[in-house]
């Protein structure tokens, strides 16, 4: 059936699929053996994204994370939000990867979210979360 699915995607879709199914693996293995620090500092920060337009709507590229997290073992939201913030700087939107945490009937939960602008584009929650890491454009400035 996902063959059957991709086949019937146009071009510029499969391109999204491809780039966000090999990269979200490559993020949730990275997550798996290195440690956060050394994944914070070779591929949050560096350079920001240039301001030219990308041809490629924003919200396009967050549908590629989303659909392709179904087959990735172990997808977390801080998987995705990694992967749509690398995805996010290929195609030149600045965006902002934020960790928080909070205490929901007496569990600790971690969540990771992904803003573009001020509005969340990618792992939006349901409950509010205290920001405990805000991963953005201003870490390369």
């Known amino acids: 059936m996902l063959i059957l699915n991709f086949y019937k995607l146009k071009k510029p879709c499969k391109v999204l699929v491809v780039q966000a199914l090999v990269l979200q693996w490559l993020v949730r293995f990275m997550l798996w053996v290195l440690p956060f620090s050394f994944i914070k500092k070779r591929f949050i920060k560096g350079e920001a994204p240039t301001r030219k337009r990308s041809k490629v709507p924003l919200k396009s ?3 590629g994370v989303r659909v392709t997290s179904r087959y990735i073992v172990s997808s977390t939201c801080l998987t995705r939000g990694l992967t ?4 996010a700087r290929w195609y030149h939107y600045p965006t902002t990867l934020r960790i928080g945490v ?3 009937e007496g569990e600790f939960e971690a969540h ?3 803003e573009y602008e001020g509005e969340v584009v990618l792992g939006m929650a349901q409950k ?3 920001e405990l890491l805000n991963l953005g454009q201003e870490l390369s400035e």
Do not use: P, R, T
């Open 128 to 130: 509010e979360y205290v």
């Open 61 to 63: 590229v967050m549908w």
């Open 84 to 87: 749509g913030h690398i995805m």
């Open 102 to 104: 909070g205490k929901f």
């Open 112 to 114: 990771a979210w992904l």
